[in-house]
């Protein structure tokens, strides 16, 4: 079997090491929302949104070059005072954190339901990273976004979802200059085989990969994220 190519190996740590980086992030928003929720717990009251509030210093330190959006997304009913919630920060236009409202009025007609999002379901049944899209969010940018995504438990129940979002365009940015020194068609897919970032228009990011035959896959994180190279 021939060896792999060095910009192969090159370019799927790189992927690896980006995704790592966000996931980070939001580890540290996954941990600080269950250390609130769960002092909310012990004095024996519901959660309410001004108990979320105290996140708000770390998730405005942490939007930056890569995060444009960042915060904990609330199973319904888990608040006193809201059915639906998100404590969400993103990059406003003039650059400084702006927290996003929404009417998540659960008797209006304008509700949006992000519990039928892949970056909800994921955590939701037990994936401990989940990378969805890219896909145009209609509910917090309007633009091409990728969401990672992790699971925040209190006292071994599911409470909601801790996420970040990168602009699909600055995620591309990042890899793509190491996607372009392997040389061959090469592209990153998520779990269900969106393309996430591509050195071939062949395969625009958006695009749906299904095993193809003259391509191989091979894995660059334990969340299903891969790098699938052609002939």
């Not at 600055?170 to 090469?186: G, Q």
């Amino acid at each position: 079997m021939p060896a792999e190519p060095p910009a192969i190996g090159a370019a799927a740590a790189h992927v690896r090491a980006t995704l790592d980086g966000v996931f980070e992030t939001v580890t540290h928003v996954r941990d600080a929302t269950a250390r609130c929720l769960e002092d909310v717990r012990r004095t024996g009251r519901a959660p309410v949104r001004a108990d979320l509030a105290e996140l708000r210093p770390l998730l405005a330190a942490h939007l930056g070059l890569l995060i444009c959006g960042l915060g904990f997304i609330a199973s319904p009913h888990l608040l006193a005072d809201a059915a639906w919630y998100l404590e969400w920060w993103q990059t406003g236009p003039s650059g400084d954190p702006s927290q996003l409202l929404r009417d998540l009025n659960p008797e209006s007609n304008a509700l949006y339901d992000y519990t039928e999002w892949e970056w909800f379901t994921g955590p939701e049944s037990g994936a401990e990273r989940t990378v969805c899209g890219p896909y145009v969010d209609y509910l917090c940018s309007d633009e091409y976004v990728l969401t990672l995504s992790a699971p925040v438990h209190v006292a071994g129940a599911f409470v909601g979802v801790a996420a970040a979002d990168v602009f699909a365009r600055t995620f591309e940015n990042e890899v793509v200059p190491a996607l372009r020194e392997i040389p061959a068609p090469a592209f990153v897919v998520n779990a269900p085989g969106r393309v996430m970032a591509s050195n071939t228009a062949s395969w625009p990011p958006g695009a749906v990969y299904r095993e193809s035959p003259g391509y191989a896959a091979r894995p660059c994180s334990a969340d299903g994220v891969g790098l699938v190279i052609g002939r």
